[in-house]
C-alpha cells in the first residue's frame, strides 16, 4: 500500500492506537485480554514499552492504521537478547501489507539493538470461527516464523476455548561473548538513525 509511513509511536498516539486495539478486544480473540484498557493505563503501556524496546506506527494520510511493538520475552537477564512481538492493524487496513511494513521496520530496529530471537504469543483456533482464524499464525509463518510449541486449551474467551503458539524468528548472530542490548531510546538518540521508513 503506496503512502503509508512508519514512525516512532509517541504518547500522544495513545488514543488513536486504542482505537485500533479495541476492536480486537471486543469483536476477537485474537487477544485473550477481556476488558479494552483505559486511555491513560494505555498511555503507561507505551510508556513503559518505549523505555527500551520500540513502538512504532503505521501512518496513512495523517491517521495511524497499525501498530507495533517488542517487549521483554522474560525477565531473566539471560533472556536480554529476546523479544517479544506484536502487531495489530486497523480492520479496515487488513491485508494491505500494513503488517508486513511494520514488521519489516521492526525487525530492522530489534537487529540494530543487539536482539537475536524474536518471538510471538499467537491465539489459534482448533476449528476457526467468527473470533478466530488462523490469519495471525499464517501471517507470522509468511514472516519468517517458525512454530516452537504449541498450548492447547489455555485461553477461555467468548464461552470458547483456543490454543496458543509460541511463534520463533532468529534474525541476529549468537556468540559466546555477546555484545550487549542497545535500548530503543538510545538507538534512536544515535545521530543518523533513521525511523523513517517509507
Known sequence: MNGVRIRKAEISDAEQILNIYSYYVKNTAVTFEYEVPGIEEFRKRIEKTLLRYPYIAAEYEGRIVGYAYAGSFNGRKAYDWSAETTVYVEKDFCRCGIGQKLYKALEKILADM???????????????????????????????????GEFHKCGYKF???????????????????????????????DKGYDLNYD
Open 114 to 148: 543487539g536482539i537475536t530471537n524474536l518471538y510471538a504469543c499467537i491465539g489459534v483456533p482448533e476449528t476457526e470461527d467468527e473470533y478466530l482464524t488462523r490469519n495471525s499464525l499464517e501471517f507470522h509463518k509468511h514472516s519468517g516464523f517458525k512454530i516452537a
Open 159 to 189: 464461552e470458547r476455548w483456543y490454543n496458543m503458539v509460541w511463534a520463533e524468528k532468529i534474525i541476529g548472530i549468537h556468540s559466546e561473548k555477546q555484545s550487549n542490548i542497545i535500548s530503543f531510546s538510545q538507538l534512536i538518540s
